[in-house]
């Protein structure tokens, strides 16, 4: 059969394989197929030793979570690849996100594996388990090929890297001083954190639109509204964040009376988050209005809704003690302080004085006009900035980076201290290793909103473990480019997200 005539839709193929199934062994293989080499030409040719048909299903480009840079080919490039071996009967690229569905529609003979995925509990995903039950439930038998196991991202990583030549060099020097290993087992570590976070509830509400002009009687932008978004930002996202990493995660932070917008901050917060919500009377909870042009998600004009004047004095100190006495019971206290009230005076003395280990953000936006600067505090064990806030700082546009680094560093007592200067990567400064340059892995920028709080959480977490600070900076460039692929604060950046884009980084 010509190639074009083995590639059909998926509907299709579960037709073809209702009427072959009664008179053919139908053999059923799946999975992404990215780069096709000799070890996927000896899994498929096993896999049709094994029945009359050969039918491959193809998982689609939006379902391919192997790192932002994949797939390298398309997937009608990788189905018309298959498609070419004479071993495949048919091809279809699947509709789902795994193959249990298409085990259901194909109800195949044999459901065949690559010899890597032998043993189901040693995929992290679970998804193979899954697989495997409803295999037995259709009444295939599951089967695996036996061969020297090839990895298509080895091969893409040097051959067909989309990186630039700088960061793939970059990239071949750290895989000599760090396995991947290396990487997943602080992963693993984190799990063992227990994380009290503090700070500042922002509502994202995203407002698409097409723009129609400027009025013709006066000079305003007229805009026609679309759609809207509602996201959990803030303190929210980044407890969020840390939900998938650590093994406890309690939230601390105010929400205002006004707006009813409590059940949905609840709704929003991942289930392993437990909150505790002080109530701002009187007062709205922070939301920031963006009005989006609809097909660039440039961003025409922000609308803040806030009264950031801090809980009342008699409030603020309930809310402080409730902290207080937690605070002891936590090996990690993440401060994400926006500046708008949530994090007091006292709140930052008390932090200072009784957190295991602190980290802390202080971020500068509209809202806080540039009043808001790490200078507040006066302990921290790890900071993260954007370069725009730490020469806040120093009041400083142009002059060299490193020195206000070390010196905010040193005034705070740090043990490290991480800038982030978004298409230029990372710099991370320890007493003990000076400072380590990291480059940005982003390929596709989406929405830089919460990137950096992305940044922050995960690699607060490395940074208490005392993790080396190429390690810090890494993880945190790895989780801020999944996270500027992003609109807004739409989903969290999870553990197994970050695990497979390492994956496709260092193999």
Known sequence: MHTRGKIVSLDELASIASQLRPEKRIVLAHGCFDL???????????????????????????????????????????????????????????????????????????????????????DPT???????????????????????????????NRFLSTFPEELQQYLHVFRRRYSEADLLKTLDDMQGLRVLVVGDTILDDYHYCSVLGT???EPVLALKHGSSDLFAGGVLAVANHLSSYAGDVRLFTVVGELGGREGFIRES??????????????????????????????????????????????????????????????????????????????????????AKFLAVNTQANAGNRGFHTISRYGRADYVSLAEPEMRLEDRDLSGPLMPMMEAAADRLNCRALAVTRGKKGCIVFTPD????????????????????????????????????????????????????????????IDRMSTQKFLTSLLK
């Open 36 to 122: 096709l080499h000799i070890g996927h030409i000896r899994y498929l040719r096993q896999a049709r030793a094994m029945g009359d048909a050969l039918f491959v299903t193809i998982s689609p480009d939006r379902f391919v979570d192997k790192g932002p840079h994949r797939p390298a080919f398309d997937q009608n490039l990788r189905a018309e690849a298959i498609a070419s071996l004479d071993c495949v009967d048919y091809v279809a690229v699947n509709d789902f996100p795994t193959a249990v569905e298409t085990l259901r529609l194909i109800r195949p003979h044999v459901y065949c594996k690559g010899s890597d995925f032998t043993d189901a509990k040693s």
């Open 126 to 156: 679970g998804k193979l388990q899954i697989e495997e039950q409803v295999a037995h439930e259709v009444g295939a038998e599951m089967a695996f090929s036996k061969d020297v196991v090839f990895s298509s991202s080895n091969l893409i």
């Open 269 to 354: 917060l991942a289930p392993q988050v437990r909150p505790y919500l002080a109530l701002h009377k009187g007062a709205p909870t922070i939301e920031k209005r963006r009005y989006i042009e609809g097909y660039t998600l440039n961003k025409l004009i922000e609308v803040y809704h806030m009264d950031d004047s801090g809980l009342p004095d008699d409030d603020d100190a309930a809310f402080v003690a409730a902290v207080a006495a937690e605070v002891a019971d936590y090996d990690v206290v993440i401060a994400a302080d926006f500046g708008h009230g949530t994090i007091s005076p006292a709140m930052r003395r008390m932090l200072e004085e009784k």
């Open 433 to 492: 290793n000076r400072f380590v340059e990291i480059p940005a892995f982003a390929q596709k920028v989406v929405d830089r909103v919460g990137s950096g709080d992305a940044f922050f959480a995960i690699s607060a977490l490395a940074a208490s473990l005392n993790m080396p600070s190429e390690l810090v900076g890494l993880l945190g460039n790895v989780v801020g480019a999944l996270a500027v692929g992003v609109i807004g604060n739409k989903k969290a």
């Open 215 to 217: 009025s013709s009687k």
